[in-house]
Nanobody, 114 residues
Framework: QVQLVESGGGLVQFGGSLRLSCAAS????????MSWHRQAPGKRRELVAV???????NYADSVKGRFAISRDNAKKTVYLQMNSLKPEDTAVYYC????????WGQGTQVTVAS
């Protein structure tokens, strides 16, 4: 059983910063990639950022230059540093682990006030 626990969400002002964390635990044999996704009310869930086991990263165009994904393999933790936040970044942010199967965290709310 694999569990992902996210933390770090909250309310922040326009232009502020937040750092999300996602810690993985359980029977993890292989991690191919870890990623962050978000879902705003009434919208589909979208990929925000991904980091592969080799350290390659990719970002949604809407967050390039503002967000940075990183990981600590020893801690099995992935981070999302979010800077210059905008109201349109408001969403529930989910962590995903891609291994033999896909695993999701429970989500953490990020609200950016204008």
């Amino acid at each position: 059983q694999v569990q992902l626990v996210e933390s770090g969400g909250g309310l922040v002002q326009f232009g502020g910063s937040l750092r999300l964390s996602c810690a993985a635990s359980g029977s993890i044999v292989t991690i191919n990639a870890m990623s962050w996704h978000r879902q705003a009310p009434g919208k589909r869930r979208e990929l925000v950022a991904v980091i592969t086991s080799g350290g390659s990263t990719n970002y949604a165009d809407s967050v390039k230059g503002r967000f940075a994904i990183s990981r600590d393999n020893a801690k099995k933790t992935v981070y999302l540093q979010m800077n210059s936040l905008k109201p349109e970044d408001t969403a529930v942010y989910y962590c995903q682990l891609a291994g033999p199967k896909l695993y999701w965290g429970q989500g953490t709310q990020v609200t950016v006030a204008s």
